[in-house]
T-cell receptor, first 111, second 112 residues
Framework: RKEVEQDPGPFNVPEGATVAFNCTYS??????FFWYRQDCRKEPKLLMS???SGNEDGRFTAQLNRASQYISLLIRDSKLSDSATYLC????????????FGPGTRLSVLP | ETGVTQTPRHLVMGMTNKKSLKCEQH?????MYWYKQSAKKPLELMFV???????ENNSVPSRFSPECPNSSHLFLHLHTLQPEDSALYLC???????????FGPGTRLTVT
């Protein structure tokens, strides 16, 4: 079983749509969680950390369910510039050292 | 310069060559990381340094040799690589272990 799994995608949505990505992780001792976005042939950029209480940053909302070992990312009112691959990242290390990346979910926002 | 920089951006090397990748962070962070990103595969964590000390080595072959002379600089020394080592090598830094990571633009390596 893969350590971090994500929706396989790709997601093709029209501008203005709401889209949700799911991520599951296998290590129940995981400490911290993040969403990154990666544009084609570029480095990953931090989108947001994911907190137990859930957190929101503008059009983006992240949720964490530790009991189900599940993380989600919701994008509202999607823009063309949101087109990218979204990476779920889980920090598994006891001392916060082992970052495990999911395979990513590709999003294309269409005009 | 700001953020995390990496040089060179592109590198082509033969299997018998020795080369080094360089990473520098200008963020005042104390942890630095090397990752490998191959086509169609998730990012793989290779090495972690915290305050210049290596704290993680994810079963990386010895033909990859990291060096961290201080908290701002990280090197990856390469020798006798294989064609399957061709990939994008990304450096990242964070404030503290396990914190939010900031990535450099990567070195795209091709081994011929």
């Amino acid at each position: 079983r893969k350590e971090v799994e994500q929706d396989p995608g790709p997601f093709n949505v029209p501008e203005g749509a709401t889209v949700a990505f799911n991520c599951t992780y296998s290590n129940s001792a995981s400490q911290s969680f993040f969403w990154y976005r990666q544009d084609c042939r570029k480095e990953p950029k931090l989108l947001m950390s994911v907190y137990s209480s859930g957190n929101e940053d503008g059009r983006f909302t992240a949720q964490l369910n530790r009991a189900s070992q599940y993380i989600s990312l919701l994008i509202r009112d999607s823009k063309l510039s949101d087109s990218a691959t979204y990476l779920c990242v889980v920090n598994e290390g006891t001392y916060g050292q082992n970052f495990v990346f999911g395979p990513g979910t590709r999003l294309s926002v269409l005009p | 310069e700001t953020g995390v920089t990496q040089t060179p951006r592109h590198l082509v090397m033969g299997m018998t060559n020795k080369k080094s990748l360089k990473c520098e962070q200008h963020l005042g962070h104390n942890a630095m990381y090397w990752y490998k990103q191959s086509a169609k595969k998730p990012l793989e964590l290779m090495f972690v340094y915290n305050f210049k000390e290596q704290t993680e080595n994810n079963s990386v072959p010895s033909r990859f040799s990291p060096e961290c002379p201080n908290s701002s600089h990280l090197f990856l020394h390469l020798h006798t690589l294989q064609p399957e080592d061709s990939a994008l090598y990304l450096c990242a830094s964070s404030q503290g272990q396990g914190g939010e990571q900031y990535f450099g633009p990567g070195t795209r390596l091709t081994v011929t």
